[in-house]
């Protein structure tokens, strides 16, 4: 998945990039009810103007992104100053109360991400092919603590095969995430003219309280 990945963004092949923050987050995130000051982690983040809203909401940010084009986006695109430094093999930039971390998800440890307490995926699952999406479910779960809440964006599309982004049902998100999640069905859209339908789903961090 590197190298296309890479390629997408060297050539903007980026449909999947939204130029406003996602509706469902500002609908559906406060329901949530995380706690101000709550760091999210955000995998596969891109250039997400996703993550700018959660900033502003209160919780620091930890995004994930394997491609370096898009951190360089999405830091140029705020005229603030960026610390640069080198973390367990990752290259961070820290913008506000921002942090993007240049790598492989997959290579992020637990001891990396001690703070986070909450998630946020709206192009992360279904970026991933079939193989590979029950290694993330996996990984996530062994990187938020007991009680972690996340908010789920997915994507059913009548071109099952084709990716990303991918179409990822319903019973494949329960299959994925009950066995380390509560998962919860929040809302399902409309096809739009593509036939293409966003679900939004909340997660929650099996596991004794903290």
Same mark, same amino acid.
């Given at each position: 998945?590197?190298?296309?990945?890479?390629?997408?963004? @060297?050539?903007?092949?980026? !449909?999947?990039?939204?130029?406003?923050?996602?509706?469902?987050?500002?609908?559906?995130?406060?329901?949530?009810?995380?706690?101000?000051?709550?760091?999210?982690?955000?995998?596969?983040?891109?250039?997400? $103007?996703?993550?700018?809203?959660?900033?502003?909401?209160?919780?620091? #940010? $930890? !995004?994930? +992104?394997? /491609?370096?084009? /898009?951190?360089?986006?999405?830091?140029?695109?705020?005229?603030?100053?960026?610390?640069?430094?080198?973390?367990?093999?990752?290259?961070?930039?820290?913008?506000?109360?921002?942090? $993007?971390?240049?790598?492989?998800?997959?290579?992020?440890?637990? @001891? @990396?991400?001690?703070?986070?307490?909450?998630?946020?995926?709206? /192009?992360?699952?279904?970026?991933?092919?079939?193989?590979?999406?029950?290694?993330?479910?996996? &990984?996530?779960?062994?990187?938020?603590?007991?009680?972690?809440? !996340?908010?789920?964006?997915? $994507? +059913? &599309?009548?071109?099952?095969?084709?990716?990303?982004?991918?179409?990822?049902?319903?019973?494949?998100?329960?299959?994925?995430?009950?066995?380390?999640? @509560?998962?919860?069905?929040?809302?399902?859209?409309?096809?739009? +003219?593509? !036939?293409?339908?966003?679900? #939004?789903? /909340?997660? +929650?961090?099996?596991?004794?309280?903290?």
């Amino acid at each position: 998945m590197s190298t296309s990945w890479r390629q997408r963004w @060297q050539e903007g092949r980026i !449909g999947f990039h939204l130029e406003h923050t996602h509706p469902a987050l500002t609908r559906y995130w406060p329901e949530l009810d995380v706690a101000p000051g709550t760091k999210v982690l955000v995998p596969l983040c891109g250039k997400s $103007l996703d993550m700018r809203w959660l900033a502003e909401a209160g919780h620091p #940010v $930890l !995004g994930i +992104e394997l /491609a370096p084009e /898009a951190i360089d986006q999405f830091l140029a695109e705020r005229g603030m100053a960026v610390a640069r430094y080198t973390q367990a093999g990752f290259k961070v930039s820290r913008q506000g109360s921002v942090e $993007l971390w240049c790598g492989d998800f997959f290579h992020l440890h637990i @001891q @990396q991400a001690a703070e986070i307490g909450a998630f946020y995926d709206r /192009a992360s699952l279904i970026a991933l092919p079939p193989a590979t999406r029950e290694r993330y479910a996996f &990984h996530l779960a062994q990187l938020v603590p007991p009680a972690a809440k !996340g908010l789920l964006i997915s $994507l +059913e &599309h009548p071109d099952h095969g084709a990716g990303p982004p991918y179409s990822v049902p319903a019973g494949e998100i329960e299959k994925l995430f009950t066995a380390n999640f @509560q998962v919860t069905l929040l809302a399902k859209g409309q096809p739009d +003219e593509r !036939g293409r339908t966003e679900s #939004v789903w /909340a997660l +929650e961090r099996r596991g004794p309280r903290p």
